[in-house]
């Protein structure tokens, strides 16, 4: 016998024996109606703190419940409410803890008033990007504190997504240098916001309905949102056209997080079709991201002047979040831990980004 026909032909006796294989399986489960048991039906509760099919946020999700039906032949349903259905935008952390709804889907720094390390798992101003993000959640410990941290609330972290970098924010005036800070309001929630704080900014947090009146009217000077292709919907240029370049959101976290005792009850190929679900959401919802806010910097109107942050105030800026850092630090063991665990993966990760991404995209130019 010739090679290739052996090759052929024991390819044919594998593909035989497989297919015998399978018909007596199918004979040994005639009496059960069920081809491929996977475990009874669930449904699941799952609440967001966005409006219904939001771009990219409300729509990932979305995708997100149909890839968990799909992907268990139909056994996990995952449905999806969203914010103000069942429970208002900004309380599905405390809902899914006291195990009134399962699930939800939100950004993490919404909690640091629950516990201040939560804030580092979402995301570091001047800190970590998406891909540094997860990397680190993965592979350099982040996960474990998170889940440790969250297991106190009843709670079970799973990454729902990234942003990518975010931009630095919409103002009205241009900020020529720190001492134009001074006394300026501006919509900036989480450590971004504690920063800017000793630099002079007024932080505060506003609903995103209110945001663009509020900018009309002078009530804030300046908001900060997500990047071009979330921004543009807001018509922020028309208040306030100088759009800066970011620093504070460079890779902040979306969380799909869910009750923990009904996350422990769910059969593992559930927990599985989910963990990989989660995944393939992150991973798509970085490329959507990147490649609408690539498109709609393209399209910003006319009037809109792209600006960077003037030296000083980066500087300032700098200091103060070391300040910042370890002022939280003193107060919070929760948040010194998960500030060591960040910071030893920033240290470990930083030279070969140097000699990697950072030198390519310079010589890329
Ligand atoms: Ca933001």
Redesign the pocket.
């Known amino acids: 016998m010739k090679r290739r026909d052996f090759l052929t032909s024991t390819a044919l006796g594998a593909t035989a024996m497989t297919l015998n294989a399978c018909h007596r399986a199918e004979e040994e489960h005639s009496d059960n109606s069920t081809q491929v048991p996977r475990g009874k039906k669930v449904t699941l509760k799952l609440a967001t703190s966005w409006p219904a099919h939001f771009p990219i946020m409300g729509t990932g999700i979305d995708n997100f419940a149909k890839r968990c039906f799909e992907l268990s032949g139909g056994t996990l349903e995952i449905k999806i409410f969203p914010k103000n259905i069942l429970v208002p935008a900004l309380q599905v952390f405390d809902a899914t803890s006291a195990a009134q709804i399962d699930a939800f889907h939100s950004g993490v720094y919404y909690w640091k008033g629950k516990n201040s390390a939560f804030s580092i798992f979402g995301g570091m101003p001047l800190g970590l990007t998406s891909e540094e993000m997860i990397t680190w959640m993965k592979f350099g410990g982040g996960y474990a504190l998170w889940r440790e941290m969250y297991a106190k609330f009843n709670l079970y972290p799973l990454i729902g997504g990234t ?1 990518g970098p ?1 931009m630095g924010g919409w103002f009205k005036k241009e900020i020529k240098s720190l001492s134009d800070l001074q006394g300026l309001k501006m919509r ?2 989480g450590l971004g916001g504690e920063v800017l704080k000793k630099l002079g900014v007024n932080p505060v947090l506003l609903p995103a309905g209110e945001l663009y009146t509020a900018l009309e009217r002078g009530t804030i000077d300046a908001t ?3 990047g071009p292709a979330l921004d543009s919907m807001m018509g922020f240029s028309k208040a306030a056209p100088f759009y800066y370049t970011g620093w ?2 460079p890779g ?1 976290i979306l969380e799909i997080t869910f009750n923990k005792t009904k996350w422990d009850k769910l059969s593992d190929t559930h927990q599985a079709i989910i963990t990989a679900a989660s995944e393939e959401m992150t991973a798509n919802m970085l490329q959507e991201f990147r490649y609408k806010n690539a498109k709609a910097l393209q399209e910003l109107p006319s009037n809109v002047q792209i600006k960077t942050f003037p030296k000083d105030m980066m500087d300032a800026t700098k200091v103060a979040l070391k300040e910042v850092l370890f002022e939280e630090s003193k107060k919070s063991s929760d948040f010194k831990r998960a500030l060591e665990s960040y910071e030893a993966f920033v240290k470990l990760n930083q030279p070969f980004d140097d000699i990697s991404t950072k030198n390519f995209l310079n010589i890329r130019g």
């Open positions: 942003t975010q900036i929630p900060e949102w997500v504070h959101e902040s």
